[in-house]
């Protein structure tokens, strides 16, 4: 059986997001899924999900959820908070990192992310049906998701109801170190359509982030690099998220989750996937500098981030909520027919 919870706002291009939509780009659909996937497992791992349970994005504000039916879980993973209001007015304050169960007829209130995407996370991942093997939402072509659209006010989204205890929640720590430093990437394959001195200006200077700049890719702003003889122009050929196009105008173009599956613009390097998640989280105005490095260092990089982010998830840890009772301490702590050691407070749930 079902829970279901409604988005009661639903916050500005909030979409729903897997580990994307794998198999498919020989036909020429994109991958999508989500744009950091560490934070997704993040959020997925604070709820006991499958790592790949589909769960929202949100890029700007965030939506309004009420638990309509059943009992369910919500999860945070980012920069970014939430307020519940319960179904009989008690606020509650949720923190980054950390989960909050609805009850029917509490709304949670998520906040705007402060900083480049953050995901909410609900117990049995969002359970819209699969297209083409994913919950993705794609907008372009307007599949998975919910009808392939962001979120819309109104709409009901199936989830899992919560098993377990609905008053123990999990929280984990600050997150996992994010390398700093340039983002690393893979020379080539075509950056033998560019000038030695283009070679030397792309890995030597700082480029800003436009606000030019969604879910497809991201176009950065610089000293223009100049293509040699053979052209602006290739063969159209495929292309991957972190794939560095440079069209005529000189100025890079990074692709993202829901690029597409080929372009005929030169491709002078492509981002590692470990470095890739970073530039979710860039604003306009950022300056953003590329250092190349080899396939080894590359495998090594995401390695230790998948590493990291491991390290996290196995740390996670329990609490019981501000004014909730914690059982198993209270029996513990018990002395005779309900008495209490007197140097130990107990809050009594005010719900």
């Given at each position: 059986?079902s829970?279901?919870?409604?988005?009661?706002?639903?916050?500005?291009?909030?979409?729903?997001?897997?580990?994307?939509?794998?198999?498919?780009?020989?036909?020429g659909?994109?991958?999508?899924g989500?744009?950091?996937?560490?934070l997704?497992t993040?959020?997925?791992?604070?709820?006991?999900n499958?790592?790949?349970a589909?769960?929202?994005?949100?890029?700007?504000?965030?939506?309004?959820?009420?638990?309509?039916?059943?009992t369910v879980?919500?999860?945070?993973?980012?920069?970014l908070?939430?307020?519940?209001?319960?179904?009989?007015?008690?606020?509650?304050?949720?923190?980054?990192?950390?989960?909050?169960?609805?009850?029917p007829?509490?709304?949670?209130?998520?906040?705007?992310?402060?900083?480049?995407v953050?995901?909410?996370g609900?117990?049995?991942?969002?359970q819209?049906?699969?297209?083409?093997?994913?919950?993705?939402?794609?907008v372009?072509?307007?599949i998975?998701?919910?009808?392939g659209?962001?979120?819309?006010?109104?709409?009901?989204?199936?989830?899992?109801?919560?098993?377990?205890?609905?008053?123990?929640?999990?929280c984990?720590t600050?997150?996992?170190?994010?390398?700093?430093?340039?983002?690393?990437?893979?020379?080539?394959?075509?950056?033998?359509h560019?000038?030695?001195?283009?070679?030397?200006?792309?890995?030597?200077?700082?480029?800003?982030?436009?606000?030019?700049?969604?879910?497809?890719?991201?176009?950065?702003?610089?000293?223009?690099?100049?293509?040699?003889?053979?052209?602006?122009?290739?063969?159209?050929?495929?292309?991957?998220?972190g794939s560095?196009?440079?069209?005529?105008?000189?100025?890079p173009?990074?692709?993202?989750?829901?690029?597409?599956?080929?372009?005929?613009?030169?491709?002078i390097?492509?981002?590692?996937?470990?470095?890739?998640?970073?530039?979710a989280?860039?604003?306009?105005?950022?300056k953003?500098?590329?250092?190349?490095?080899?396939?080894?260092?590359a495998?090594?990089?995401?390695?230790?981030?998948?590493?990291?982010?491991?390290?996290?998830c196995?740390?996670?840890?329990?609490?019981?909520p501000?004014?909730?009772?914690?059982?198993?301490?209270l029996?513990?702590?018990n002395?005779?027919?309900?008495?209490?050691?007197?140097?130990?407070?107990?809050?009594l749930?005010?719900?």
């Amino acid at each position: 059986m079902s829970a279901i919870v409604e988005v009661v706002e639903a916050g500005m291009a909030v979409t729903i997001q897997d580990r994307g939509r794998r198999g498919y780009r020989n036909i020429g659909v994109p991958l999508s899924g989500a744009l950091d996937p560490g934070l997704m497992t993040a959020a997925n791992a604070l709820l006991g999900n499958d790592p790949d349970a589909a769960v929202l994005e949100v890029c700007l504000a965030g939506p309004a959820l009420k638990a309509l039916s059943g009992t369910v879980r919500v999860a945070l993973a980012g920069e970014l908070s939430a307020q519940v209001v319960t179904s009989r007015g008690r606020v509650l304050k949720v923190e980054p990192w950390q989960t909050v169960t609805l009850f029917p007829g509490d709304v949670a209130r998520i906040g705007a992310v402060a900083r480049g995407v953050g995901y909410v996370g609900i117990s049995g991942g969002f359970q819209v049906p699969p297209q083409l093997g994913s919950r993705s939402t794609y907008v372009r072509a307007r599949i998975g998701g919910a009808d392939g659209l962001p979120l819309t006010t109104g709409l009901r989204l199936p989830c899992a109801p919560l098993s377990g205890n609905p008053w123990l929640e999990s929280c984990g720590t600050q997150p996992w170190p994010v390398d700093q430093g340039p983002i690393r990437v893979i020379a080539g394959p075509q950056d033998d359509h560019f000038t030695p001195a283009a070679l030397d200006a792309f890995f030597s200077q700082p480029y800003a982030v436009t606000r030019d700049m969604d879910r497809m890719g991201i176009r950065f702003e610089g000293e223009k690099l100049v293509h040699n003889e053979r052209g602006a122009d290739v063969v159209s050929d495929g292309v991957a998220p972190g794939s560095i196009q440079v069209p005529a105008n000189g100025q890079p173009i990074v692709l993202l989750a829901d690029c597409q599956t080929s372009g005929g613009y030169p491709k002078i390097a492509t981002v590692i996937s470990a470095d890739l998640p970073r530039l979710a989280h860039v604003r306009p105005g950022d300056k953003v500098r590329f250092v190349a490095v080899d396939h080894a260092a590359a495998a090594a990089a995401l390695r230790d981030l998948a590493s990291r982010i491991a390290r996290w998830c196995a740390a996670i840890g329990t609490f019981f909520p501000a004014g909730v009772v914690d059982e198993t301490a209270l029996y513990e702590g018990n002395l005779i027919s309900g008495a209490i050691r007197g140097d130990e407070a107990v809050a009594l749930a005010c719900m």
